[in-house]
Nanobody, 123 residues
Framework: QVQLVESGGGLVQHGGSLRLSCAAS????????MAWFRQSPGKEREFVAT????????IYADSVKGRFTISRDNAKNAVYLQMNSLKPEDTALYYC????????????????WGQGTQVTVSA
């Protein structure tokens, strides 16, 4: 049974930092493209960042470029999202996703999803 479990969310002040983690189990992790998406209340889920299985290729949403960094540790079956210079508009439920295709901003390319971890940035 494939499972993705996110952690690391919380409440942080404007300008602060958080590191999200996603632990994968029941799957050959190094073959997976991993991604982070987020969803704010009343909005559609949106792409944040993605990382290839080798870790060599990435894509970031323009809104987080230069502030967020996606990384992975294949030995630990984990992917991370380091979020710096957080803004109130980054407040959302953050989802970890996995897929077998190449890096993509499209939700439909990802077939496994976690339950999400809440990030709240106060003004």
């Amino acid at each position: 049974q494939v499972q993705l479990v996110e952690s690391g969310g919380g409440l942080v002040q404007h300008g602060g930092s958080l590191r999200l983690s996603c632990a994968a189990s029941g799957i050959t992790f190094r073959f997976l493209t991993m991604a982070w998406f987020r969803q704010s209340p009343g909005k559609e889920r949106e792409f944040v960042a993605t990382l290839s299985g080798s870790g060599s290729d990435t894509i970031y949403a323009d809104s987080v470029k230069g502030r967020f960094t996606i990384s992975r540790d294949n030995a630990k079956n984990a992917v991370y999202l380091q979020m710096n210079s957080l803004k109130p508009e980054d407040t959302a439920l953050y989802y970890c996703a996995a897929g077998y295709r190449g890096i993509s901003m499209q939700e439909r390319q990802y077939t496994r999803w976690g339950q999400g971890t809440q990030v709240t940035v106060s003004a």
